[in-house]
């Protein structure tokens, strides 16, 4: 447990006193550190590479896309549910990344750019395909005394929302 913060973290490395590992608490403690005036933070604040920051994210946007398509998780295949949750994660991914592109700058002083900004094209790349694949998957599916037009039409809202 880190001294002070509440949080249980596997420690990977410890470097200057500050574990760069993926929980929560190290990038709390980065914002607390940017807030002092600390030196470079060594872990990224936008929580991409932390699957306890994005948890929340993705059971919210598989709820959320599970009701608009009016099914429930178990009545998908194993492949349908294997894409619902890569395209979650993917989504999560970068709507993170989106809210911390809000506050930090996409071209730094120097010139440069973040770094992940080649994560974001990625997992954008991703949650397009997996919704596609999805779309395929529901549209096979058949549930008896159901109309699956619904869902269907949901997907494609989903692909709007993506588009834009």
Same mark, same amino acid.
């Given at each position: 447990?880190? $001294? =002070?913060?509440?949080?249980?973290? @596997?420690?990977?490395?410890?470097?200057?006193?500050?574990?760069?590992?993926?929980? @929560?608490?190290?990038?709390?403690?980065?914002? +607390?550190?940017?807030?002092?005036?600390?030196?470079?933070?060594? %872990? $990224?604040?936008?929580?991409?590479?932390?699957?306890? %920051?994005?948890?929340?994210?993705? #059971?919210? #946007?598989?709820?959320?896309?599970?009701?608009?398509?009016?099914? @429930?998780?178990? +009545? #998908?295949?194993?492949?349908?549910?294997?894409?619902?949750?890569?395209?979650?994660? /993917?989504?999560?991914?970068?709507?993170?990344?989106?809210?911390?592109?809000? &506050? +930090? $700058?996409?071209?730094?002083?120097? =010139?440069?750019?973040?770094?992940?900004?080649?994560?974001y094209f990625v997992a954008l790349n991703a949650s397009t395909?997996?919704? +596609?694949? #999805?779309?395929?998957?529901?549209?096979?599916?058949?549930?008896?005394? &159901?109309?699956l037009a619904s869902a269907l039409a949901a997907l494609d /809202?989903? /692909?709007?929302?993506?588009?834009?």
């Amino acid at each position: 447990m880190r $001294p =002070g913060t509440g949080v249980f973290c @596997r420690r990977r490395e410890v470097v200057g006193g500050w574990s760069y590992g993926g929980c @929560r608490g190290d990038v709390e403690m980065t914002k +607390e550190r940017r807030r002092r005036g600390g030196e470079a933070s060594l %872990v $990224p604040a936008h929580g991409v590479y932390s699957g306890s %920051v994005l948890a929340p994210s993705v #059971l919210s #946007l598989k709820r959320g896309l599970l009701a608009r398509m009016g099914l @429930r998780q178990r +009545e #998908l295949s194993w492949a349908g549910r294997e894409l619902l949750d890569t395209y979650c994660r /993917a989504k999560a991914k970068v709507q993170a990344i989106d809210a911390w592109l809000e &506050r +930090e $700058p996409l071209v730094r002083a120097d =010139g440069s750019y973040p770094d992940v900004l080649k994560l974001y094209f990625v997992a954008l790349n991703a949650s397009t395909r997996a919704l +596609e694949a #999805l779309r395929g998957i529901v549209g096979e599916l058949r549930v008896e005394d &159901r109309d699956l037009a619904s869902a269907l039409a949901a997907l494609d /809202a989903e /692909a709007g929302k993506q588009k834009r």
